[in-house]
């Protein structure tokens, strides 16, 4: 390798590392104050960056807090990816992915729970119900894609699971989309309302639970039910 392209090489794993500890922080101060009372001088403190190299990387709080939603799809994506080249049935992936995704939330919840419940940041989330064509920044334009091009990664790689799964008949033929629809509804469905029930499960305990309902659905396999007709 020429010494200019190592040079751009080393210049550009810096970056990622300045990027990487810039959103650490800032994810930090917002767990610890919200969105709303987060200031650029509080992330560039945490970062121990000066307030111009902060800016050099993000223009202001507002993208730091895309990216840091881009970031959880990154991670997502990476360990799916992990998941999904494992060398192990398709039945085995599928329940280690749900693991995963479980863990995943659990390790964000507290970010997530105080994200949630400001109003600057529900505000900020009104670009993913808006057409793109009508989005007046271009930060918000590349996140949208940057989060769609994401987001179909993470879901073809589920696709992936159950279509060999399919393929090496550990599971029936099925819809694979809708099948990823119904997927995706419960995994998140499961962390809107969990807070509301009285047990909390462990993340073993949950994931069973949703892979066994996932697997084998609430149907009585043996015999025929009384009352119903086939």
Not at 21 to 48: F, N
Not at 58 to 79: A, H, P, Y
């Amino acid at each position: 390798m020429k010494k200019t392209d190592l040079r751009l090489e080393r210049e550009h794993w810096r970056r990622q590392e300045y990027r990487q500890s810039i959103l650490k922080a800032a994810e930090k101060i917002v767990a610890q104050k919200g969105y709303s009372a987060m200031t650029m001088d509080d992330v560039a403190r945490e970062a121990e960056f000066s307030k111009a190299t902060l800016y050099h990387y993000f223009k202001g709080k507002g993208e730091l807090i895309l990216q840091i939603i881009e970031s959880f799809f990154d991670e997502i994506r990476k360990g799916l990816a992990k998941v999904r080249r494992l060398r192990v049935s398709a039945r085995e992936r599928l329940k280690r992915g749900i693991y995963f995704y479980l863990q995943f939330n659990q390790k964000k919840e507290n970010i997530s729970r105080v994200l949630m419940m400001d109003k600057s940041f529900i505000e900020k989330l009104r670009i993913f119900v808006t057409e793109e064509n009508k989005l007046t920044s271009e930060i918000d334009r590349r996140f949208i894609n940057s989060i769609k091009a994401k987001r179909r990664e993470i879901l073809a790689d589920v696709a992936q699971i159950l279509r060999e799964g399919v393929e090496n008949k550990e599971f029936r033929p099925m819809d694979i989309q809708a099948t990823i629809i119904f997927f995706e509804a419960v995994l998140q469905g499961y962390y809107h309302v969990k807070l509301w029930h009285e047990r909390h499960y462990s993340l073993d305990e949950a994931a069973e639970l949703i892979y066994s309902f996932f697997l084998h659905g609430i149907e009585r396999k043996e015999g025929r039910t009384k009352g119903v007709s086939r």
